[in-house]
């Protein structure tokens, strides 16, 4: 079991020569030594998966709301809690499929699968994002996301709590890249040239609201 903080990201090469890219706020279980006919790990956070090519034993992601079944490829999955589940396909194939085996899709390269408890799983074809892995070098790329779903993500890369102060700004969209050697101090001055947006930081919380 590997667990990793707010604010830091792991690597680890398991025993059959998958490597996984964990990140921060996340959990992932895995045995010393896959025994059997399946190699399975499980997953509470995000990591990005480069699996080693094992046709006999095929490995498998488990979340809690799905099951990724891969012979070689390389993905990225992200099922942190209360969030929806998102699953990026970089190289190869993998079948998804719900934990009560009601749902199943085969994806292709650049194919995402979204999931939530109230629409279940969403295959989009050819519409995966460059910002799907680059948390592996450490840079934050945001790719018409809105201020909401950043937010999140920008409080486990810096360890901070974001209020966003006006409501109104939590849907708004935005297309950015954070370096990994800038500061929050950094990347809030670079939202803060987008000139829908002001902030103040105060001790580890960063508030944000509407530029006057």
């Not at 892995?133 to 890369?157: P, Q």
Request: include cysteine.
């Amino acid at each position: 079991l590997l667990t990793t903080p707010i604010g830091k990201d792991f690597k680890v090469v398991l025993a059959d020569g998958t490597q996984v890219w964990i990140n921060a706020d996340s959990r992932l279980e895995y045995p010393s030594r896959f025994e059997g006919n399946r190699r399975v790990v499980k997953l509470d956070g995000e990591a990005y998966f480069a699996v080693a090519k094992d046709a006999a034993h095929p490995f498998i992601v488990q979340t809690d709301n799905m099951e990724t079944r891969v012979l070689g490829t390389k993905f990225n999955v992200s099922a942190f809690e209360n969030e929806p589940n998102l699953i990026s396909l970089c190289e190869g194939s993998v079948e998804v499929s719900t934990l009560d085996g009601r749902d199943r899709k085969i994806m292709e390269p650049n194919d995402v699968i979204y999931y939530t408890v109230k629409n279940g799983m969403v295959l989009k074809r050819n519409s995966i994002s460059q910002s799907a892995r680059s948390w592996i070098t450490g840079d934050l790329k945001f790719e018409n996301k809105t201020l909401l779903e950043m937010a999140k993500v920008i409080e486990r890369k810096y360890n901070v709590t974001l209020k966003i102060v006006d409501g109104s700004l939590a849907e708004e969209f935005f297309t950015c890249h954070f370096r990994d050697d800038l500061s929050i101090d950094q990347a809030m001055e670079l939202l803060k040239k987008t000139q829908k947006i002001d902030y103040k930081i105060q001790a580890d919380t960063v508030y944000l609201f509407k530029k006057r």
